[in-house]
């Protein structure tokens, strides 16, 4: 199993700058989330999916948009990028019930200029 | 999910166990201690969990005192790989269907010296 895997590992927007982060996970993990780390910081929960066609905001949602259409991948959307969302993205997915062990992917590394 | 305290730093020779310890002095009956760490720029990665019973696998221990309220996780012979920020975070486990978030804290820094 390949696990959680991001793309791209770095990427450099201007600011007013559209993209898309991507995250793919082969665990067959129902549940799957974004989250964002900023220098010296915890995670903080972006969006979160519990299924395909079902997904929800976390703490810090502003900004950006998700989508589920398979169990497989959860993108991250940045519709206008800021240099506040200059940060390490995060993708997890975990089985869903119990104690569930969330596993995280490598990151993305994201500057808005 | 209770709130959980740990110290910002530690320092552990290597080759010797590391204790890193938690304080959740509001943790309910059914609220579990789990930990996880993160190695400089990766994803976090879970280490282990428990309930009141001390549990031990391949990569630690947790030693959960009497009352709940504090936990140390051990990591039995420290190498420089173990160096990262060790997060412990108490919360119910999941109902079946729905998964329930994991609130990372600050952490403790542990650095391993050779």
């Known amino acids: 199993n390949a696990g959680v895997t991001q793309t791209p590992k770095f990427q450099v927007l201007k600011t007013g700058q559209s993209m898309t982060l991507q995250c793919a996970q082969d665990?067959?993990?129902?549940?799957m989330s974004w989250y964002r780390q900023d220098p010296g910081m915890g995670l903080r929960l972006i969006h979160y999916?519990?299924?395909?066609?079902?997904?929800d905001q976390g703490e810090v949602p502003n900004g950006y948009n998700v989508s589920r259409s398979t169990t497989e991948d959860f993108p991250l959307r940045l519709l206008s990028a800021a240099p506040s969302q200059t940060s390490v993205y995060f993708c997890a997915s975990t089985k869903t019930g119990g104690h569930n062990e969330q596993f995280f992917g490598p990151g993305t590394r994201l500057t808005v200029l | 999910d209770a709130k959980t305290t740990q110290p910002t730093s530690m320092d552990c020779a290597e080759g010797r166990a590391a204790n890193l310890p938690c304080n959740h002095s509001?943790?309910?009956?059914?609220?579990?201690v789990y930990w996880y760490r993160q190695i400089h720029s990766q994803g976090p990665q879970y280490i282990i969990h428990?309930?009141?019973n001390n549990e031990t696998n391949e990569m630690a221990s947790l030693i959960i005192t009497e009352d709940r309220k504090s936990s140390t996780l051990i990591l039995p012979h420290a190498t420089l790989r173990d160096t990262a920020v060790y997060y412990c975070i108490v919360r119910l486990p999941s109902p079946s269907g729905s998964a329930r978030q994991l609130t990372f804290g600050s952490g403790t820094q542990l650095t391993v010296l050779p």
């Open positions: 999916s519990v299924g395909a066609g079902i997904t």
């Open positions: 509001t943790i309910s009956g059914n609220e579990y």
């Open positions: 665990m067959n993990h129902e549940y």
């Open positions: 428990g309930l009141k």
